[in-house]
């Protein structure tokens, strides 16, 4: 069985490095980020953007209040975050053309890399849709780990990178979710082997780290870090002294 932290990182953003160094890849060239279509009626819930650094940003490119949401797919309390905060920060944060949202990812385990690689896969407008699915159904697959045993979990952790990741993808079920977000067996153990997405997430987490972030979620606003805002219930009246 294995056992999770619900806030603290599992692994060091160093330690972690170390660990995926095997699948280093030359750094990603910047690029000026790319927009999905504007949805209709302007819509900002259906603009989607892509950082330099590979985040995934939604809402008005010009957003009065840049939030940034550091997220870990094994955090409960990430997931309690996602369920309390959607409608809030959908039909009033981002559909009022003031607030955009940027996800970050913060590793914290291998089984949160596997999903973060999932994710990060898809293409930017599907993003925030499988996103929001791994999370709202995190008990079930993460459920799952409780009842690993020491020999599944060796393979999580020794042996070729790739064959860690497909193994918590078939132990933790990871490949039905990812087929409801269109993506089939194949094309998931594509998104699991990526290896420049592998360093892309782990440069993510190291930056992340050094910036001061050490639990998730945590949260940004434009720029600055928000110390001892974890919870929905913190972040809403700061997001709404900003609008």
């Known amino acids: ?17 170390t660990t995926l160094a095997a699948f280093a890849a030359p750094a990603l060239l910047a690029a000026p980020p790319r927009h999905a279509a504007t949805g209709a009626g302007g819509n900002w819930n259906a603009v989607v953007a892509m950082t330099p650094a590979g985040t995934h940003v939604v ?12 997220v870990s797919y094994t955090c409960p309390h990430c997931a309690h975050f996602e369920e309390q905060s959607a409608a809030g920060l959908q039909l009033f944060f981002v559909s009022s053309g003031k607030g955009s949202i940027e996800v970050r990812n913060f590793l914290r385990d291998p089984a949160d890399l596997a999903v973060a690689l999932i994710t990060n896969c898809l293409p930017p407008r599907r993003f925030f849709g499988a996103h929001q699915a791994f999370l709202r159904q995190q008990s079930v697959w993460l459920g799952r780990s409780q009842k690993i045993g020491q020999a599944q979990l060796k393979r999580w952790y020794e042996g070729p990178q790739p064959a ?26 594509r998104c699991l082997t990526n290896e420049a997405m592998v360093k892309r997430l782990t440069d993510l987490t190291v930056a992340a780290d050094k910036a001061g972030v050490d639990s998730t979620p945590s949260f940004a606003i434009n720029g600055t870090l928000l ?4 919870d929905w219930t913190t972040l809403e009246p700061q997001l709404k002294v900003r609008m």
């Open 1 to 17: 069985m294995i056992r999770l932290n619900p806030r603290r990182p599992l692994l060091a953003a160093a330690a972690l490095a």
């Open 59 to 70: 809402g008005n490119p010009a957003a009065k209040v840049k939030l940034i949401e550091y």
């Open 164 to 189: 860690r990741m497909r193994a918590i993808a078939a132990d933790l079920d990871l490949y039905a979710i990812a087929q409801g977000q269109g993506l089939d067996h194949a094309a998931t153990d």
């Open 227 to 230: 110390y001892g805002t974890h």
